[in-house]
């Protein structure tokens, strides 16, 4: 298995080797950094001390803080400059999507949806989107996207192939909810079920969630708590590097994966 793999260890390693945790997490730090024990809580409840993965396996109980909350240097003026800018390259896309949307019910079904996501420090705040699934999709509760999922639409299968549904977050860039990058936001029903399986999850709300983030470049899209693990890592990872450098390369390794379609469900 690959690096990112060893987020998490199995019943026989519960005693773990603090050195390399602390490699895979903190080396490297940057100023303002700081290494601990997780021993906290956030706004979505008490980090589950004893919680465990499927299989009776644990998460490294070693992870990064920040110990001065806040945005990177510049990235707030970054998010508002550069999002102006997507906003005014892709509108015409975005006319076009929004106007094949509402013609594909003849204006019966709503064009954008908004749901209901757990942002910076827990808080919650609705995204938006373009409507690429039937309006009766979640009529059976809320459920993660599946390979080949019924509920998309025909046009819903290319603007999610494309990430053209993700472009009307840039409202949610501009007024703060978000910026370009960071870890994706989650829904409220999945972090309570991450926090409870994965320690130290709901550390990834340290910094704004993202359009897009290191975990979506490096990782394809998951079903299962392992995979959120293993996406932990990126966004951990994303959390120490925190910088406007950063996000330039995260967003430059994201074209690619626009025009291929890698992990789209």
Same mark, same amino acid.
């Given at each position: 298995?690959?690096?990112?793999?060893? +987020?998490?260890?199995? @019943?026989?390693?519960?005693?773990?080797?603090?050195?390399?945790?602390? @490699?895979?997490?903190?080396?490297? @730090?940057?100023?303002?950094?700081?290494?601990?024990? +997780?021993?906290?809580?956030?706004?979505? %409840?008490? +980090?589950?001390?004893?919680?465990?993965?499927?299989?009776?396996?644990?998460?490294?109980?070693?992870?990064?803080?920040? &110990? $001065? #909350?806040?945005?990177?240097?510049?990235?707030?003026?970054?998010?508002?400059?550069?999002?102006? =800018?997507?906003?005014?390259?892709?509108?015409?896309?975005?006319?076009?999507? $929004?106007?094949?949307?509402?013609?594909?019910?003849?204006?019966?079904?709503?064009?954008?949806?908004?749901?209901?996501?757990?942002?910076?420090? #827990?808080?919650?705040?609705?995204?938006?989107?373009?409507?690429?699934?039937?309006?009766?999709?979640?009529?059976? #509760?809320?459920?993660?996207?599946?390979?080949? @999922?019924?509920?998309?639409?025909?046009?819903?299968?290319? +603007?999610?192939?494309?990430?053209?549904?993700?472009?009307?977050?840039?409202?949610?860039?501009?007024?703060?909810?978000?910026? =370009?990058?960071?870890?994706?936001?989650?829904?409220?029903?999945?972090?309570?079920?991450?926090?409870?399986?994965?320690? #130290?999850?709901?550390?990834?709300?340290?910094? &704004?969630? %993202?359009?897009?983030?290191?975990?979506?470049?490096?990782?394809?899209?998951?079903?299962?708590?392992?995979?959120? $693990?293993? &996406?932990?890592?990126?966004?951990?990872?994303?959390?120490?590097?925190?910088?406007?450098?950063?996000?330039?390369?995260?967003?430059?390794?994201?074209?690619?994966?626009?025009?291929?379609?890698?992990? $789209?469900?």
């Amino acid at each position: 298995m690959g690096k990112e793999a060893q +987020i998490y260890k199995t @019943d026989g390693e519960r005693k773990m080797n603090v050195q390399t945790d602390r @490699d895979m997490f903190v080396s490297q @730090d940057g100023p303002g950094y700081g290494f601990n024990q +997780i021993d906290t809580t956030d706004s979505l %409840g008490v +980090i589950n001390a004893s919680g465990s993965m499927t299989g009776n396996t644990l998460f490294s109980q070693l992870v990064l803080t920040k &110990k $001065a #909350g806040g945005e990177s240097l510049g990235k707030r003026q970054f998010d508002l400059v550069l999002g102006a =800018l997507i906003l005014l390259l892709a509108s015409p896309v975005m006319l076009i999507t $929004a106007g094949l949307i509402w013609l594909s019910s003849m204006g019966r079904d709503p064009v954008f949806y908004r749901q209901l996501r757990v942002g910076l420090k #827990g808080r919650e705040f609705y995204v938006w989107k373009f409507r690429s699934m039937r309006t009766d999709a979640e009529r059976n #509760g809320a459920q993660m996207a599946a390979k080949n @999922d019924s509920r998309v639409t025909l046009i819903g299968r290319f +603007i999610r192939k494309t990430r053209i549904d993700e472009l009307p977050q840039l409202w949610n860039v501009f007024v703060g909810d978000m910026s =370009l990058v960071g870890p994706r936001p989650e829904r409220p029903e999945f972090v309570s079920k991450f926090q409870r399986k994965i320690r #130290g999850y709901a550390l990834r709300h340290q910094v &704004k969630p %993202g359009i897009t983030g290191w975990a979506q470049v490096k990782y394809p899209y998951g079903e299962t708590v392992e995979d959120a $693990a293993h &996406k932990l890592y990126y966004d951990l990872t994303y959390v120490r590097k925190n910088s406007v450098l950063f996000d330039m390369m995260v967003l430059l390794r994201t074209i690619p994966v626009i025009l291929t379609g890698h992990g $789209a469900r």
